[in-house]
């Protein structure tokens, strides 16, 4: 089954073809990784899937259904979220009150009922506190919700992040370049989180530069150069693939990708 679909998307800045006319299908399910060189259109496209922009040409749709003219609150309530390059965390607010911004778009109490704290209220705080909490315990931030966002080292900042994304419980996660800066064994440690995610239902779509982290946990892969769809296919593939190899891997990165490759 198809979660998203996208039909020759492109995106122009003045006289730069930023993305040029992808077409792309995500089933359900797993990890989906898209890759490239510096400039590539990778955090374009995920723009353009997450609606910050929105495409010069074509269609963008989700389960089915076209999202190509919604708003990014439209879209998260329809069950997509994303994280970006570099935390965007709230520093003076505690860990747990920064998993719940992630749950804004599903709120609907309004205004007069949080004023006056109806019973409807009640519950739906109720239920965001429980799915935020929820969600830290997922990344294992638990024993840290009380804490000010900005004691938390940087991993844990980058984990805090997705926890934020997650506490919506979204259908599709865009992950834009999670383990950049991590420790090895922080990326390591993110690698187990985000196949815990694909177990609770989500699927996950990912920006990444670390080689070794996307083959070893990627089920697809799509390289992107010049804006334009290079490749689509198992990782197994595409670290063979000679036009992935000249664009963007170079024959030494492939040579070491293939010998560390399990049999």
């Known amino acids: 089954m198809t979660l998203l679909a996208l039909r020759g998307v492109s995106r122009r800045y003045a006289g730069l073809l930023a993305v040029d006319r992808v077409d792309l299908a995500i089933p359900q399910g797993g990890v989906h990784a898209v890759i490239g060189p510096n400039g590539a259109g990778k955090t374009t496209l995920f723009n353009l899937i997450s609606g910050l922009v929105a495409p010069s ?12 003219r919604l708003a990014a609150d439209a879209r998260a309530r329809l069950g997509l979220a994303r994280t970006f390059q570099t935390a965007r965390l709230f520093g003076a607010m505690t860990v747990l009150e920064n998993a719940l911004t992630g749950l804004h778009p599903r709120l609907a109490a309004p205004f007069y009922a949080i004023v ?102 990627s089920d697809t892969v799509t390289v992107l150069n010049f804006g334009r769809r290079l490749f689509h296919g198992p990782p197994a593939v595409a670290r063979t693939d000679p036009a992935v190899i000249a664009a963007y891997l170079g024959q030494k990165v492939a040579d070491r990708l293939n010998a560390a490759a399990p049999e």
Do not use: C, W
Request: glycine share 8%.
């Open 57 to 68: 040409t074509g269609t963008i749709a989700l389960d089915g259904r076209d999202i190509t």
């Open 116 to 217: 006056l704290r109806s019973p409807r209220f009640v519950r739906e705080e109720r239920h965001a506190l429980a799915r935020a909490r929820e969600a830290l315990a997922l990344v294992g931030l638990q024993k840290r919700a009380e804490d000010r966002a900005a004691a938390l080292s940087y991993g844990e900042g980058r984990r805090l992040e997705i926890a934020r994304a997650m506490a919506g419980a979204p259908r599709l996660l865009l992950l834009d370049e999670p383990a950049a800066g991590l420790n090895p064994a922080e990326t390591v440690a993110l690698g187990v989180l985000i196949r815990t995610i694909t177990e609770t239902g989500t699927t996950v779509l990912l920006v990444e530069h670390d080689m070794k982290f996307v083959m070893g946990l």
